[in-house]
């Protein structure tokens, strides 16, 4: 592709073993997982001192040799030649490149002509004055600099004079894991029966391993079925000049202490799917760094993603993210601290599974694809786009609803991926995950959709009452509640088994089923006043009366619909075009309920109505092309101020539906631009800029908080994502 545009990372690359080479590889791979293909990562390796040869994969497009200043300024003329090159983003580590303090990566920074970025993972507080030399002269000559804590920003700011505007905090990337307990990987490990504490790594003498071992005898003692696992080879560079010294005095240390039934080495480097699984074995981590600047750890992070709490030594890194209600901070080289924390943690399950949650609540902002998208705010600025848009929609996944959904219905909630069935069942949720398998089934016919179907069809049957009524709650025992009648959820209800007997995919008995739930339904609706029933039942209708059309139908729909028109009416002015006096939740189902009245009568009153109150709520919802739902903190009262906080991705998917539906009816291409803007909601384009749908999981998460993502991922919201995808296929 001529015109795609190239990021080139210089860097260290796998097979290098080396941590900077594969933070390289999982951020590429996230950018490319997001931007392709408006955007392609290449790389440009760094290897040491020539003496090493690697077999690379293709994304390398040039090598580098650390201490060959010609080879820094040769390559940068070939960089500056090459035109689809449009950023360089420098991968920083001292060590990693030649000259006193790196200071090589200057010469290549004078040559090159392209714009370039640097990622700091080291910011060294005090600097000497030729360390704070070259430091200064890299930000001279770089457009932005990204460092991964706030500390980092700190010293930059304080130490090296370097001005805030250039700086961007943008933390270190984890991987996308389910928050689960032990049980399943100690088993897998066959280590069931054991408490394990785990530290992963290159092994170096920095470590500090020997201060956890000497802590051991004391907490062997309470908890005699404890192992302690040290995860990692030998780091490479030491090996070569030390060999497994640092290992022998471990491994001595071990015996003198008579530990070598709570000790044990996996003396090996790594696949990411192995260290995930130790992590996610352990009861704590240890992270024993003995380097106080330290102002990066991935293994930190990456053991805080997995949900587990850490006992860690008071490095920049950990001082800024290990507060109390994740772990424990102890002393540098103090057994006696490290003993009395782990005996702490072990002691109370209780507070050590809160530790649990805490952690991985605090890193969902970290995981690589939000990285990505932080990481692509600001490569825009200089690759000549206005906007760089997630360009791999994900595959449709249906693997979380069929999680949520057992042999009665699916589950209202779930904690974090894992149902809830004490949350029990709602109509609500079994008529939209109808509507959603409905569809799916009708595009792509597999199977299991139509058993799904069955099982939500048969729920929707089972709370229907003598009178036609369709309650909305059952509990995990499938006792209906029949105290409390709920017209949003007979009115949803109705739009799905109007839906799904206008499919022509489904076979006949269960479109015959639906219409005789529909036909008995029917009658409750003449009794409803909430505007969002009312539109619910009249799309139920309008896809009822394809297969059966008649005037009677066509008579209630027209009955739906002025009743709509008369609350716009009466609500409306030059400012307000809307059916109420506030804006609150689902809103698009009021607009999207007036072009359908319009696709069925042709009454041109209806499709103005339609048009007004939708641009009039795009007018409210989008910032910059940017989709703002209404937040459920407040809603929007007419002459007031527009919550924003606890944003619904129920609000999103119908908004996305009715969208495509306007671009449907009217022709009009704004509202596929709009659509496509409120889709990429889920994606990250939100004000948070983090994603709300998990492509782990095939889950979506529940609302956008303030701060925060709800990193629960129950039906409603899983199914609100589906709804957009599925219609997102049909343009």
């Not at 005090?126 to 704070?132: F, Q």
């Not at 770089?142 to 700086?167: A, C, F, P």
């Not at 209600?325 to 003993?339: A, H, I, M, T, W």
């Not at 704004?670 to 889709?679: G, P």
Request: net charge positive; glycine share 6%.
């Amino acid at each position: 592709m001529e015109n795609q545009s190239i990021i080139l990372y210089m860097s260290t690359f796998p097979p290098r073993e080396c941590g900077i080479a594969t933070f390289t590889k999982d951020l590429t791979d996230a950018v490319d997982n997001k931007f392709f293909p408006t955007v392609r990562s290449r790389i440009l390796a760094l290897n040491r001192n020539g003496v090493n040869i690697y077999n690379y994969p293709r994304k390398v497009m040039f090598q580098l040799t650390d201490n060959d200043l010609d080879g820094y300024i040769n390559t940068a003329k070939q960089i500056n030649k090459t035109k689809t090159i449009k950023l360089v983003n420098i991968q920083h580590e001292f060590g990693i490149f030649g000259g006193a303090y790196g200071e090589y990566l200057l010469a290549f920074l004078e040559i090159l002509e392209k714009p370039a970025i640097v990622t700091f993972h080291s910011v060294l507080p005090n600097p000497e004055e030729k360390l704070k030399k070259v430091v200064r002269s890299i930000a001279d000559r770089v457009e932005s600099i990204v460092v991964m804590t706030s500390t980092g920003i700190k010293i930059l700011r304080e130490d090296y004079g370097i001005i805030n505007t250039k700086i961007h905090l943008i933390p270190h990337g984890v991987h996308v894991v389910n928050y689960e307990e032990q049980k399943k990987e100690k088993t897998r490990l066959g280590l069931k029966d054991k408490i394990i504490l785990c530290s992963f790594g290159m092994i170096s003498s920095g470590k500090g391993y020997e201060y956890v071992i000497e802590s051991l005898p004391e907490v062997v003692k309470k908890f005699p079925n404890l192992i302690y696992l040290i995860v990692g080879e030998t780091h490479p560079v030491v090996r070569k000049h030390e060999g497994e010294n640092y290992r022998n005095l471990l491994e001595n240390k071990i015996k003198e202490l008579g530990l070598e039934k709570h000790v044990k080495f996996y003396n090996k480097y790594l696949e990411l799917r192995e260290i995930i699984s130790f992590i996610k074995a352990s009861d704590i981590y240890i992270s024993s760094s003995l380097t106080p600047e330290q102002i990066t750890s991935g293994t930190l992070v990456y053991a805080m993603s997995c949900g587990r709490p850490v006992v860690s030594t008071p490095f920049l890194h950990a001082k800024d993210i290990v507060a109390d209600d994740k772990g424990r901070l102890v002393e540098f080289k103090n057994p006696e601290s490290y003993s009395k924390a782990i005996l702490e943690l072990l002691s109370d399950e209780m507070k050590r599974r809160e530790m649990e949650k805490n952690a991985y609540a605090y890193t969902r902002h970290m995981t690589w694809p939000n990285v990505a998208l932080s990481y692509g705010n600001i490569f825009k600025e200089y690759l000549g786009l206005p906007e760089i848009y997630v360009k791999r929609i994900p595959e449709i996944n249906t693997t979380h609803l069929n999680r949520l959904t057992d042999d009665f219905g699916i589950i209202q909630f779930a904690n974090y991926a894992t149902p809830d069935i004490e949350s029990g069942y709602t109509l609500d949720d079994n008529a939209r995950a109808l509507f959603v398998c409905g569809k799916y089934y009708n595009k792509f016919g597999e199977y299991k959709q139509l058993k799904l179907i069955k099982t939500y069809l048969d729920y929707i049957k089972y709370v229907q009452a003598k009178d036609g009524k369709l309650y909305n709650y059952v509990d995990k025992h499938k006792r209906v509640n029949f105290k409390e009648f709920s017209e949003d959820a007979h009115g949803r209800a109705v739009y799905a088994l109007g839906f799904t007997t206008a499919l022509k995919a489904v076979p006949p008995d269960i479109k015959e089923q639906a219409k005789q739930i529909l036909l008995k339904g029917l009658s409750p609706i003449d009794n409803f006043l909430n505007a969002r029933s009312i539109a619910f039942s009249l799309v139920g209708l309008h896809y009822y009366n394809k297969n059966n059309n008649s005037a009677e139908n066509i008579s209630k729909i027209k009955k739906l619909a002025d009743y709509l028109v008369s609350l716009y009416e009466a609500s409306y002015d030059k400012e307000w075009k809307w059916f109420e006096e506030k804006l609150t939740y689902s809103n698009s189902r009021l607009p999207e309920a007036m072009f359908y009245a319009y696709l069925s009568t042709k009454d041109k009153k209806y499709l103005d109505v339609a048009k007004a109150s939708l641009d009039f709520l795009i007018s409210k919802t989008f910032h910059n092309n940017i989709f703002v739902p209404i937040g459920h903190r407040g809603w929007y009262v007419k002459g007031g101020e527009k919550s924003y906080y606890d944003q619904q991705p129920v609000d999103t998917g119908c908004m996305v539906q009715t969208l495509i539906l306007a671009h449907k009816t009217t022709g009009e291409k704004k509202y596929i631009r709009h659509a496509s803007n409120a889709f990429h909601w889920f994606l990250g384009r939100n004000y948070l800029k983090q994603m709300i749908y998990d492509d782990k999981t095939g889950g979506c998460f529940d609302g956008l908080g303030e701060k925060t993502v709800n990193l629960n991922r129950g039906a409603e919201s899983t199914l609100a994502y589906l709804t957009a995808r599925l219609c997102l296929l049909s343009i």
